[in-house]
């Protein structure tokens, strides 16, 4: 298993998602409810890097690295497939806001209340992947 200074990286990159997690949660409190803009684009901007971080680097190898064991027995490993699937799908939906953010430069409250939808809905499914990753993490790294 690889490690940075002794220390398995899958530690590492649960302690970065626990981090966007908290991250989310503070930009959606008091970011979003308080309609405090700045707030809310730099904790989205803060999660999607460190997301680029983990996802790219860390679970997209892994998850390629284990798609044929997961799939050769996919009753076995449920939870990996259905944690990748809903994190590819949580990542899709969170790429579409960005790119509808970026295209549309300002966040007028007609756009915010068409996407609001779609940011609650990344954020649940974002949280079910996290949820299952966590499972995923203490299965395979918790006596």
Known sequence: M??????????????????IFIVLIFG????????????????????VFLHILTVGF????????????ALSNPLLYWYQIVHDMIGILAIGLGALLVVI???????TP??????KP????????WSLAFALGLYWFFLGWVP
Not at 118 to 125: A, D, Q, R
């Open 2 to 19: 690889q490690s940075i200074f002794g220390i398995p990286i899958p530690f590492f990159v649960l302690a970065i998602e626990v981090f």
């Open 28 to 47: 959606w409190i008091y970011g979003s409810r308080r309609m405090d803009l700045k707030l809310h684009h730099k904790a989205v901007w803060l999660v």
């Open 58 to 69: 860390w679970m997209i190898p892994v998850a390629l690295e284990r798609l044929s064991i």
């Open 101 to 107: 953010f970026l295209i549309k430069g300002r966040m």
């Open 110 to 115: 007609r756009l915010l209340k068409r996407t």
């Open 118 to 125: 779609f940011m609650l809905l990344t954020i649940g499914i």
